[in-house]
T-cell receptor
Framework: DAEITQSPRHKITETGRQVTLACHQT?????MFWYRQDLGHGLRLIHY???????NKGEVSDGYSVSRSNTEDLPLTLESAASSQTSVYFC????????????FGPGTRLLVL | RKEVEQDPGPFNVPEGATVAFNCTYS??????FFWYRQDCRKEPKLLMS???SGNEDGRFTAQLNRASQYISLLIRDSKLSDSATYLC???????????FGAGTRLTVKP
């Protein structure tokens, strides 16, 4: 079955380190998204991509970067992890710009010490 | 003001009860609206889209009030399995850049 996976599922790191979170989907969806979820906030969009070589900044993009070299993957990189980036990160995908239903991965819990 | 606001709850209701959640949004040009469900420590999943005319899916009814800029979700005959957090989602820019509410937590008790 097609799916969307994230790895690692849990990560502990130290401030200043570079961290990369992986997201992989097998639906062949064009659109992929990264969100963070914090208590008291809704999911907030970090970056998104409408296709290979396309990336766009979301609402809370500072300190994060993404690259889209193929359809299946959108890795999220924290250039220099900060304690404020402790959060749960969700990757999502949707079929096309006209298809708004987003399918979410299981999430990555990141703790920055 | 947040773009999408929800009463965080928690709503604690007995099995069989009817419960309603409201969600307000700030961008009057918003075109698409959704309710997602999120179980504890799990990913959000689409529950239903919200159409201008209102729509129903089994025990769930969604309504949109554009004039007052709110959407609602009504759950009838609550089941234990309905216990979850319900996320209101709005597409204010007519693209895939969705705005999520912080969620309303529902606990259905025996």
């Amino acid at each position: 079955d097609a799916e969307i996976t994230q790895s690692p599922r849990h990560k502990i790191t130290e401030t200043g380190r570079q961290v990369t979170l992986a997201c992989h989907q097998t639906w062949n969806h064009n659109n992929m998204f990264w969100y963070r979820q914090d208590l008291g906030h809704g999911l907030r969009l970090i970056h998104y991509s409408y296709g290979v070589q396309d990336t766009n900044k979301g609402e809370v993009s500072d300190g994060y970067s993404v690259s889209r070299s193929n359809t299946e993957d959108l890795p999220l990189t924290l250039e220099s992890a900060a304690s404020s980036q402790t959060s749960v990160y969700f990757c999502a995908s949707s079929e096309s710009r006209g298809q708004e239903t987003q399918y979410f991965g299981p999430g990555t819990r990141l703790l920055v010490l | 003001r947040k773009e999408v606001e929800q009463d965080p709850g928690p709503f604690n209701v007995p099995e069989g009860a009817t419960v309603a959640f409201n969600c307000t949004y700030s961008n009057s040009a918003s075109q698409s609206f959704f309710w997602y469900r999120q179980d504890c420590r799990k990913e959000p999943k689409l529950l239903m889209s919200v159409y201008s005319s209102g729509n129903e899916d089994g025990r769930f009814t969604a309504q949109l009030n554009r004039a007052s800029q709110y959407i609602s979700l009504l759950i009838r005959d609550s089941k234990l399995s309905d216990s979850a957090t319900y996320l209101c989602v709005v597409n204010p820019y007519n693209n895939n850049d969705m705005r999520f509410g912080a969620g309303t937590r529902l606990t259905v008790k025996p």
